[in-house]
């Protein structure tokens, strides 16, 4: 099974950039798909969009297209999720999620959650 | 608002069964194999139950089912035991690389 591991917590004040990351931990975890999913404070889950660690090929959700930046180093198992200027309404949970091998559609891994607080 | 429709929120007893539905389009539900459920309890990341619309992952019991008719899916969830209150979501691949989710069911074992 492989885990995922994400950034810590943060605090950013508007106008600031952040990168969050989610490195995988497992056999031949470049060859992964991972999904980048938002859950605001007391709301539901948001698909953001997906990368493939093997040559970086990023689908984007057109609700998210444009606001944030989906990227990987392959060497070092890891996705990143950017913003170049927060807002507040940025703030909630980003998780990171493994799509299961070729063939299946479902995300069988998750990170802990990085906690994204946007405030002045 | 979510591509996905579920209720917002079910409640049953404990030891009773308890259906949530999931409605789509044909470019979605309907239209692929690929319909999954993730259950997420409070602070914590979703776990998924369900894929390929009625395929249980290992270690998920057996009280947990899917099934889809048309445009809508199902997660029943038989014999209730209080762990399994918690909010419930339904996604759906929708092609080239894309998926939607369902807005989320809080579940309530009463």
């Known amino acids: 099974e492989v885990l995922m591991v994400q950034s810590g917590a943060v605090l950013k004040k508007p106008g600031e950039s952040l990168n969050i990351s989610c490195q995988g931990f497992?056999?031949?975890?470049?060859?992964?798909?991972v999904a980048w999913v938002r859950q605001m404070p007391g709301k539901g889950l948001e698909w953001m969009g997906i990368i493939y660690l093997g040559d970086s090929q990023t689908v984007y959700s057109p609700s998210f297209e444009g606001q944030v930046t989906i990227s990987a180093a392959k060497s070092i198992n890891t996705a990143y999720l950017t913003w170049s200027s927060l807002r507040a309404s940025d703030s909630a949970m980003y998780y990171c999620?493994?799509?299961?091998?070729?063939?299946?559609?479902?995300?069988?891994?998750w990170g802990q959650g990085t906690l994204v607080t946007v405030s002045s | 608002q979510s591509a996905l429709t579920q209720p917002r929120s079910v409640s049953a007893s404990l030891g009773q069964s308890v259906s949530i539905s999931c409605t789509g389009t044909t470019s979605d539900v309907g239209g692929y194999e690929y319909v999954s459920w993730y259950q997420q309890h409070p602070g914590k990341a979703p776990k998924v139950l369900i894929h390929d619309i009625d395929k249980r992952p290992r270690g998920v019991p057996d009280r947990f089912s899917g099934s889809r008719s048309g445009n809508t899916a199902s997660l029943i969830i038989s014999g209730l035991q209080a762990d399994d209150e918690a909010d419930y979501y339904c996604w759906s691949y929708a092609g080239t690389y894309t998926w939607v989710l369902g807005g989320g069911t809080t579940l309530t074992v009463l």
């Open positions: 497992g056999n031949r975890f470049e060859r992964n798909w």
């Open positions: 999620a493994k799509r299961r091998d070729y063939g299946y559609y479902h995300f069988d891994s």
